[in-house]
């Protein structure tokens, strides 16, 4: 990697931390550069505005991501236990990484008004489907069966679940996360031919 792209990896993690406090619409540069040892005119040299940073970042950090459930489809051996797994590392993601995620969701509403953050979102929930899919994918291998959703349904199941129990934590909801894990449990057998919860 050359200097050029490791700094503006440097300004990503940096922008991340203060995108993901304030979320998409209250974030200025400005506010970036304040939160960070960088310059606001060192962000403009990188970068030629907020979307053009933002783009970028939303790639950088979902790139990292989403191999998250890679470990736990290749360490599970049998459909309960991945399914245990898969809901855990759901809530773990949730726990350590919410106000990020509470960012990736923002920016996804704002694609819907911002055409030029269209790309960049539509690209990463792509990503986010074949992740989602090959957790499926893996669980109907386990249970010797074949999965019975198409990967976009699978995935915005799995999503909206995800999605409701991230709102219910950032409310202080104690039943949010124990709730995300009995839906997986119930929903994972039902994406199978065959399957009952």
Known sequence: MDRYDERREQLAESALKTLGELGYARTSLRDIATNSPFSHGVLHYYFDDKLDLIDYCIRYYKAKCVTRYDAVIADSTGPDELREAFAAK???????????????????????????????????????EDMVWRVIDRYAELSSATPALSPAAA?????GLFHAALLGEALGEDDALPTLVDQVHGLLPLTIEGGTP
């Open 155 to 159: 995935y915005g199941m799995l999503d």
């Open 90 to 128: 759901l809530v773990e993601t949730i726990v350590e990484e919410g106000p990020m995620h509470r960012l990736w969701y923002d920016i996804r509403a704002q694609s819907m008004f911002e055409h030029r953050l269209r790309p960049a979102v539509t690209y990463v929930d792509q990503t986010l």
